[in-house]
C-alpha cells in the first residue's frame, strides 16, 4: 500500500485526496487536494454543496508521527457558498474548527494528559503546551456535553484546597456511583447558589441524602434548596474533630509533665490517635504501660475517645441516642476543655450525626477524589489559572468520555 492511500484511508477522506508525500526540513509533508466534482460540507451547517467561492492561503496540520518523522497536513481550504449561510469555509474531516493539529493528534494528546502533565505531553508530541490545554479543554466541554447522567440519589460535598490564603474548591460528587458531579470555585453561599441553580428543582428532588461537614454554608443552603434531603454529617470530618481534642489534651499534658515521666511520654502522639486494631505489638505494650501507670488527663481522653468510636456500631436511633447522649454527659464532666467544646458542637449537630445509624454514609469516596485532585495539582507544581486547574480536574478525575474520532 502506498503511504499516500494509508495517509487517506488513516484520515478517512472522501472528497479530498492525497496528491503526493515529501520530505522537508526532516518532517513528512501531504499534500492534500480536493477532488474533482465532489461536493464538500459547509464549515457553519454541515449541509453538502458543490459551489466553490473561492480558496484560503495554504494551511498546515499537524499529525501523528510515522515513526520519528512529524507528519504535517497541507492544504488550502475551499469557501463554499451554502445556500443557508452564504460564503463558509469548507467543513475539514481531520481536523476540528480552528485547529491546527489533527483529530488523531488531539486523541493521542487527550489520552496521554490524563497520564503525565500538560508539559510533559507537550513534550513527548512536539507541541507547545498552549495546544495542548486547548485540547483538554475541548475534551472536557465535549465529554461534559455527552457524559452518561443519572439521577442522583446520594452526594457529598467538600472542599479542596487550591492556593494559600484559605482559597478552595467546592467538589460535589456522587457517593453511590463513585463519580464527580460538579466543581465550583470557592465554598462560600454564592458558589453553593451556582451549583443548585445548575442542578435545577426537577434534578433536585430525586436527592435523598447530603453527606458533608458542619460548614454553616453547607447547613444553611441544603435545607434552603433541598428540603426533603436528609443532611448527614460526615464521620471522617466528625471523627478528625475528636482526634483533634485528643492531640490538644495530649500536648497540654505534654507541657505540665517533667522528669523520667515525660521522657517515657515521648512520641506517643499516634499511640493514642491509632484504632486500638491498627496498632502493632510493641505499641499495645507500651499504650498498655502508659495508661496503667500514668494518672493524667491524656488517658481520661483517650477513653473518651474511644467510648466515642463506638457510636459507629449502632444500627439502631433508638439505642444509639442514649449512648451518644450519655457520652455527651461525660465529655462534658470530663474537666477537659477540648472535649467540652466537641460535645456542645456535637448538641448543636445531633440529628444529621444519628443520622449516620440509618443510612451508614460517609464521604470517605470524596476524600479520596480530594487526594486525586491533589496529585494532579503536585504532579504540575500548580497551575497558572483556576480555569487550567478545572479543567485539569475534571480531565483527570472526572471519568469523561473522549469524542472518537471519526
Not at 492544504?75 to 474548527?97: F, I, S
Not at 508539559?119 to 498552549?130: F, N, R
Request: proline share 4%; net charge positive; charged share 25%.
Amino acid at each position: 500500500m502506498r503511504l499516500e492511500t494509508c495517509i487517506r484511508k488513516g484520515l478517512r477522506l472522501k472528497s479530498h485526496r492525497v496528491r503526493e508525500v515529501h520530505e522537508d526540513a526532516g518532517r513528512l509533508v501531504a499534500e492534500i487536494e480536493g477532488i474533482e466534482g465532489r461536493a464538500l460540507t459547509c464549515g457553519q451547517c454541515s449541509r453538502r454543496t458543490g459551489r466553490v467561492h473561492s480558496r484560503r492561503p495554504v494551511r498546515e496540520w499537524r499529525d501523528l508521527s510515522v515513526r520519528d518523522q512529524p507528519l504535517v497536513l497541507r492544504y488550502a481550504p475551499a469557501r463554499v457558498h451554502c445556500a443557508a449561510c452564504g460564503p463558509r469555509v469548507e467543513h475539514l474531516p481531520w481536523a476540528h474548527k480552528w485547529q491546527r493539529i489533527t483529530k488523531a493528534l488531539a486523541d493521542a494528546i487527550a489520552r496521554l494528559s490524563r497520564q503525565l502533565t500538560w508539559k510533559e505531553t507537550a513534550a513527548h508530541y512536539g507541541v507547545d503546551w498552549k495546544t495542548v490545554v486547548a485540547v483538554v479543554k475541548r475534551a472536557v466541554a465535549w465529554g461534559l456535553r455527552h457524559r452518561p447522567w443519572k439521577p442522583l440519589h446520594v452526594i457529598g460535598i467538600d472542599e479542596v484546597s487550591r492556593a494559600k490564603g484559605q482559597r478552595y474548591l467546592t467538589l460535589v460528587y456522587d457517593l453511590r456511583r463513585r463519580q464527580l458531579v460538579w466543581i465550583g470555585e470557592n465554598r462560600d453561599a454564592a458558589t453553593m447558589t451556582q451549583f443548585f441553580h445548575w442542578l435545577g428543582p426537577r434534578r433536585g428532588r430525586s436527592i435523598q441524602v447530603v453527606c458533608c461537614d458542619m460548614w454553616a454554608i453547607y447547613l444553611a443552603a441544603v435545607p434552603e434548596h433541598l428540603p426533603r434531603a436528609q443532611v448527614l454529617f460526615d464521620r471522617f470530618h466528625v471523627v478528625q474533630h475528636l482526634n483533634r481534642a485528643v492531640d490538644e489534651v495530649r500536648r497540654e499534658t505534654w507541657r505540665k509533665l517533667s522528669g523520667l515521666t515525660k521522657v517515657a511520654f515521648k512520641r506517643t502522639r499516634w499511640l493514642w490517635l491509632k484504632n486500638p486494631w491498627a496498632l502493632t505489638r510493641p505499641e499495645k505494650r507500651r499504650l498498655s504501660v502508659l495508661c496503667g501507670q500514668t494518672n493524667q488527663p491524656i488517658v481520661r481522653a483517650y477513653y473518651l475517645k474511644e467510648a466515642f468510636q463506638r457510636f459507629w456500631d449502632y444500627c439502631s436511633e433508638g439505642w444509639a441516642r442514649p449512648y451518644l447522649k450519655q457520652w455527651l454527659w461525660w465529655a462534658s464532666h470530663s474537666r477537659l476543655a477540648p472535649f467540652v467544646r466537641f460535645a456542645r458542637m456535637i448538641r448543636a449537630h445531633l440529628d444529621g450525626i444519628l443520622a449516620w445509624t440509618r443510612l451508614h454514609v460517609s464521604n470517605g469516596a470524596l476524600e479520596g477524589m480530594n487526594n486525586k485532585v491533589k496529585v494532579v495539582s503536585h504532579r504540575a507544581f500548580g497551575f497558572r489559572t483556576i480555569d487550567h486547574y478545572i479543567a485539569a480536574i475534571w480531565h483527570g478525575c472526572g471519568g469523561l468520555p473522549l469524542e472518537p474520532v471519526t
